[in-house]
Nanobody
Framework: QVQLVESGGGSVQAGGSLRLSCSVS????????MAWFRQAPGKEREGVAF???????NYAGSVKGRCTISRDNAKNILYLQMNSLKPEDTAMYYC????????????WGQGTQVTVSS
């Protein structure tokens, strides 16, 4: 069973940076499709950044150029570096994973809160 634990959230001023981490157990980051999602109060959950097994990445338009998803397969950690943060980035951020055989992200972390003040 894959387990995901996020950390690194916090409160920052607009223009600041944060790096979120997602520690993975039960499988390795190199075997999984992994992603970061976020959900703001009153809004639907949205995908932020995606990492395929082959190393390719994809980003939501709202964060492209400001966020970078990366992984350390030796440490089994997924990261999301967020720069030039805006108040609209305020949300609970979730790490998600699925195996190659699964459809849809089946494993989710508990989330880490990011709050950006203007």
């Amino acid at each position: 069973q894959v387990q995901l634990v996020e950390s690194g959230g916090g409160s920052v001023q607009a223009g600041g940076s944060l790096r979120l981490s997602c520690s993975v157990s039960g499988d390795t980051t190199g075997n999984l499709y992994m992603a970061w999602f976020r959900q703001a109060p009153g809004k639907e959950r949205e995908g932020v950044a995606f990492f395929a097994r082959d190393g390719s990445t994809n980003y939501a338009g709202s964060v492209k150029g400001r966020c970078t998803i990366s992984r350390d397969n030796a440490k089994n950690i997924l990261y999301l570096q967020m720069n030039s943060l805006k108040p609209e980035d305020t949300a609970m951020y979730y790490c998600a994973a699925r195996t190659v055989r699964q459809i849809g992200y089946k494993y989710w972390g508990q989330g880490t809160q990011v709050t950006v003040s203007s």
